[in-house]
């Protein structure tokens, strides 16, 4: 049951933080999620995924990847459920979302799967000369990430008129502003509905409300900032993600990643 770590400061723009294949999947229960994107694949046997209050099997060859702090957990379904996984962080790690399409998690189906499996395999195999050279590293940690950008959802989000329409500008307000004091009234009159509706619109494509939105997204830009810049101040990094109280931005983060803003930035 081969699974290695990351073992040296996050210097490159993607890189894994930890990876393994053919493990003995015990059961999980994570009420506050992960705090990095992780992936989970079956190998052999199948496994249960609760997310979002509904339960998702994972046949072999299948997988799922879920965004931090989304609350969820997995059991087996099988007498034996081996797993693949990874999870991802980096100095852009905050851009993931982007890559993914914004969704909560990603289911991924045999043939794709078999792809990434492929590519977890093989590092595996050459995890020893792969661990010395962290950019050769970071480039593969980009490649595996980009299979989950090409997915039949992100395609179909791509000719839904009323997710262009209506959610895709907000998400690029949301980027663009995250630092501003935003509100779900502001962000709905920029494209003339409701706020009940926006939310609504937000839960059918992405499955999260537009405030679960804009708060993971601060977080996860957050977690960029403790990471790239060591030197600056938590009441800074409140302030240019968009919390005007550091007490309230340290309750959310903790809220979200089980750990304060310095505990995360020494455990990385």
Known sequence: MPIHFRNSPVNEPFIFDSIGNRWSQDRVLRPTGYPLYHYLHTEQGRGIIRIQEQDYI????????????LKHSYVKDSEEWFTSFATFTGTISGSIGNMVGNRPFILIEKEQGAR???????????W????????????RCYCLLMHFADTTHARVLAKEPLYLRYVEPVLKDIEARYASELTVQELSRKVYITPQYLS??????????VYEYLTVYRINRAREFLVSDPRMEVQQIARRTGFTDTSH????????????????RKLN
């Open 200 to 209: 609504r619109l937000f839960r059918r494509f992405l499955g999260c409300s």
């Open 116 to 126: 990434i499996r492929g590519m977890i395999d093989s590092i595996m195999r050459e």
């Open 249 to 264: 931005f340290i309750a959310m983060f903790k809220k979200a990643a089980g750990i304060t803003p310095l505990e995360f």
């Open 58 to 69: 994972l046949n072999e060859g299948e997988g799922i990847l879920i965004a931090p702090f």
């Open 128 to 139: 020893d000369s792969l661990s010395s050279d962290s950019h050769t590293l970071s480039i």
